[in-house]
């Protein structure tokens, strides 16, 4: 078990040190303002917080796929032989056609 939790600090080390170099390399060319803001960031450890962010967005984002998804299986799960799909996909007119009446079987 110690092996494994080495190797999950070792695991966290090496990707917070690629993330960190990464989101660090683009800011090359910093102004007198920015190296001050820059100094006030950093002694507030914000390190984790864009990856707290993708986080957050990608389990809201899976869930709101999930909804998505079961709403559409519960559609197609509909079977045509539902009374009320039955209603609707009947033919009126060709039902009221066979029905209309003749002048004979009026009379008494």
């Known amino acids: 078990m110690a092996k494994l939790q080495n190797f999950t600090w070792a695991v966290e080390d090496i990707f917070k040190e690629t993330f960190l170099n990464y989101m660090n390399s683009w800011r090359r060319n910093m102004t007198e303002a920015a ?8 002694a507030e450890n914000f390190d984790y917080v864009i990856l707290y962010l993708m986080v957050m967005i990608g389990m809201f984002s899976f869930i709101i796929v999930a909804i998505l998804v079961s709403t559409v299986k519960s559609k197609r799960r509909e079977h045509s032989n539902d009374p009320y ?6 033919d009126w007119g ?15």
């Open 35 to 42: 190296n001050k803001l820059e100094a006030e960031v950093a």
């Open 85 to 90: 799909h039955q209603y609707i996909v009947e």
């Open 94 to 108: 060709e039902k009221y056609k066979s029905q209309v009446l003749n002048p004979e079987d009026l009379k008494c």
